[in-house]
């Protein structure tokens, strides 16, 4: 695969070598990613701290430029009054310059607190040249009182106005001072607000990379053996057993691979066993095949080679019995007409078998044409009745008014429905026996019912096979083969029916089989 040729197929291998559980390697990667918020959290801290330190830092420069305004503003103050002084020649304005003074004296003392080591020696001189100053502002307040006015004009000339231009110009070198500090304060905040924006972006930036490669790394150590279990199965599932599933996984992933591998050469033996049963299976379907082909022809030949000379032995007993070639002495007549019975018996068995073996070869066709319903239960009851009264059997038939003539093979329908009533009588030791015809939705149900013996549940599933019947005192007392069912089953399937019965042991039995209005018919 092109990702593990890729940079990233080592990480991915190494992840999937570790010998830890998925859920440990998860819990693993969610932990780094807290890890990665925790520390971002801690730069994000870290430089609103450093933020917040130079924001003070500036407020405390700003205040400080703040301050030397003021003294700025109290020099000239004192020298506004100091010449309000000489004009006024009062002593109103001498209170107002020491009230100044007393002001800038205590600015002063403020900025010299929070001033570094290289201003306190300016502020020292400003201090010194304010003491100046109020020295020579004694003087001239002297001299005015004593009305010496050109002496307090001189000394302001020559004294004050040097002292007060000094003191003027170290306060500029002040406030410039401080102002040239607030102005590196401001450019180190917004310096550091860079920094931070950047180091915040690139700790983002580096969070998010990893996490993502992490992530990728993680879940492609995850996804590579679940495609390869995915292309592994889809071999399963075409039939391709005994493979080898390979993955570098040593977690779950790589247990269940070895699984998978274990469970595609079990497969491929039993598959192999499977074939090696089917081509002996096909072997015995096939002689199967023959020797049922060879049964279907045989009972066929021999069904119409014995039906012949019985067919014949039938036509001389009853010629005999009606006397043809004489008078049948009455010692006589009872053994012909037992012989009669029971050769009529043996031909319906051979047609019996004769039809089965015709429906197995697939022979058999239906000869479809117009028939009517009631004709059919009419023939079946007439054809029955006289067994009904020797057992002295209730035997009703009921057809449905208004069923119109059918399509079908009315003859074997009429077979179908002889085999029924006729176990029906046979299996019924008293009581009655009725049968109903009924049609809905263009389909015809003739339905048998008798009050007889019954049928165990556990064999009602089993009545329908050939030769079969529910157990061999049954064929003692009764007779019978145990094909009449299972050639009316077949008869109604070739009609496109279903054929049932509900039965219960000792309570009697109800065969019914549904045929189609008109059935198209068909080979067996």
């Given at each position: 695969?092109a990702?593990?040729?890729?940079p990233?197929?080592?990480?991915?291998?190494?992840?999937a070598?570790?010998?830890?559980?998925?859920h440990?390697?998860?819990?693993?990667?969610?932990?780094?990613?807290?890890?990665?918020?925790?520390?971002?959290?801690?730069?994000?801290?870290?430089?609103?701290?450093?933020?917040?330190?130079?924001t003070?830092l500036?407020?405390?420069?700003?205040?400080?430029?703040?301050?030397?305004r003021?003294?700025?503003?109290?020099l000239?103050?004192?020298?506004?009054?100091?010449?309000?002084?000489?004009?006024?020649?009062?002593?109103?304005?001498v209170?107002?310059?020491?009230?100044?003074n007393?002001?800038f004296?205590?600015?002063l003392a403020?900025?010299?607190?929070?001033?570094?080591?290289?201003?306190r020696?300016?502020?020292?001189?400003?201090?010194?040249?304010?003491?100046?100053?109020?020295?020579?502002?004694?003087?001239?307040?002297?001299?005015?009182?004593?009305?010496?006015?050109?002496?307090?004009?001189?000394?302001?000339?020559?004294?004050q106005?040097?002292?007060y231009?000094?003191?003027?110009?170290?306060?500029?070198?002040?406030?410039?001072?401080?102002?040239?500090?607030?102005?590196?304060?401001?450019a180190s905040?917004?310096?550091?607000?860079?920094?931070?924006?950047?180091?915040?972006?690139?700790?983002?930036?580096?969070?998010v990379v990893?996490?993502?490669?992490?992530?990728?790394?993680i879940?492609?150590?995850?996804?590579?053996?679940?495609?390869?279990?995915?292309?592994?199965l889809?071999?399963?599932?075409?039939?391709?057993?005994?493979g080898t599933?390979?993955?570098?996984?040593?977690?779950?992933f790589?247990a269940?691979?070895e699984?998978?591998?274990?469970?595609?050469?079990?497969?491929?033996r039993?598959?192999?066993?499977?074939?090696?049963?089917?081509?002996?299976?096909?072997?015995?379907?096939?002689?199967?095949?023959?020797?049922?082909?060879?049964?279907?022809?045989?009972l066929?030949?021999?069904?119409h080679?014995?039906?012949?000379?019985?067919?014949?032995?039938?036509?001389f007993?009853e010629?005999?019995?009606?006397e043809?070639?004489?008078?049948?002495?009455?010692?006589?007549?009872?053994?012909?007409v037992?012989?009669?019975?029971?050769?009529?018996?043996l031909?319906?068995?051979?047609n019996?078998?004769?039809?089965?073996?015709?429906?197995?070869?697939?022979?058999l066709?239906?000869?479809?044409?117009e028939?009517?319903?009631q004709?059919?239960?009419e023939?079946?009851?007439?054809?029955?009745?006289?067994?009904?009264?020797?057992?002295?059997?209730?035997?009703?038939?009921?057809?449905?008014?208004?069923i119109?003539?059918?399509?079908?093979?009315?003859?074997?329908?009429?077979?179908?429905?002889l085999?029924?009533?006729?176990?029906?009588?046979?299996?019924?030791?008293?009581?009655?026996?009725?049968?109903?015809?009924?049609?809905?939705?263009d389909?015809l149900?003739f339905?048998?019912?008798?009050?007889g013996?019954g049928?165990?549940k556990?064999?009602?599933?089993?009545?329908?096979?050939?030769f079969?019947?529910?157990?061999?005192?049954?064929t003692?007392?009764?007779?019978?083969?145990?094909?009449?069912?299972?050639?009316?089953?077949?008869?109604?399937?070739?009609?496109?029916?279903?054929?049932g019965?509900?039965?219960?042991?000792?309570?009697?039995?109800?065969?019914?089989?549904?045929?189609?209005?008109?059935a198209?018919g068909?080979?067996a």
């Open positions: 695969m990702l593990l040729s890729s990233l197929g080592a990480p991915v291998r190494a992840v070598k570790i010998r830890a559980s998925v440990v390697k998860l819990l693993a990667g969610f932990l780094l990613i807290t890890l990665l918020f925790i520390a971002m959290t801690a730069v994000s801290l870290r430089t609103f701290a450093e933020t917040a330190r130079e003070n500036l407020d405390q420069a700003h205040e400080r430029v703040g301050w030397s003021q003294i700025e503003h109290a000239a103050m004192q020298m506004h009054f100091t010449s309000m002084t000489l004009l006024s020649q009062g002593s109103d304005p209170s107002l310059i020491l009230r100044e007393n002001r004296n205590d600015t403020r900025l010299e607190i929070a001033a570094p080591a290289e201003e020696a300016l502020i020292q001189a400003i201090r010194g040249a304010q003491d100046d100053a109020m020295a020579t502002v004694a003087d001239i307040a002297n001299a005015v009182r004593d009305k010496r006015l050109a002496e307090a004009m001189t000394v302001l000339r020559t004294r106005e040097p002292v231009q000094k003191i003027e110009t170290l306060v500029g070198s002040l406030v410039a001072a401080e102002e040239t500090r607030m102005a590196k304060f401001r905040l917004a310096a550091t607000h860079r920094q931070s924006m950047r180091l915040m972006a690139g700790f983002a930036v580096a969070s990893l996490a993502l490669v992490g992530g990728f790394v879940s492609w150590s995850f996804i590579l053996p679940v495609r390869a279990a995915h292309g592994f889809s071999d399963v599932a075409a039939g391709r057993f005994g599933l390979v993955v570098p996984n040593r977690d779950e790589g269940l691979a699984h998978m591998t274990w469970m595609s050469r079990e497969l491929r039993l598959d192999d066993e499977q074939r090696v049963a089917a081509a002996t299976l096909r072997g015995l379907n096939d002689r199967l095949a023959l020797a049922s082909r060879a049964k279907s022809e045989f066929a030949n021999m069904s080679e014995l039906r012949t000379p019985l067919n014949a032995i039938l036509g007993t010629i005999i019995l009606d043809l070639y004489g008078e049948v002495p009455a010692n006589l007549r009872e053994p012909l037992d012989i009669q019975t029971n050769g009529r018996h031909l319906s068995l051979i019996d078998v004769l039809d089965l073996s015709k429906i197995e070869a697939g022979r066709e239906l000869g479809v044409g028939y009517s319903v004709e059919i239960v023939v079946v009851h007439a054809s029955l009745r006289s067994l009904a009264i020797e057992k002295g059997l209730a035997f009703s038939v009921r057809v449905a008014p208004g119109p003539t059918a399509w079908g093979d009315g003859r074997r329908l009429t077979q179908c429905l085999n029924l009533a006729g176990n029906a009588l046979k299996f019924t030791r008293h009581g009655r026996v009725d049968i109903d015809v009924s049609l809905a939705d389909w149900t339905r048998v019912v008798d009050t013996i049928i165990p556990d064999e009602v599933e089993n009545i329908f096979a050939e079969r019947q529910v157990d061999t005192t049954i003692r007392e009764y007779g019978g083969t145990g094909l009449g069912l299972s050639i009316t089953k077949r008869l109604v399937e070739l009609h496109g029916g279903r054929i019965v509900e039965s219960e042991l000792g309570r009697g039995s109800t065969f019914f089989f549904t045929v189609p209005l008109r198209d068909g080979p």
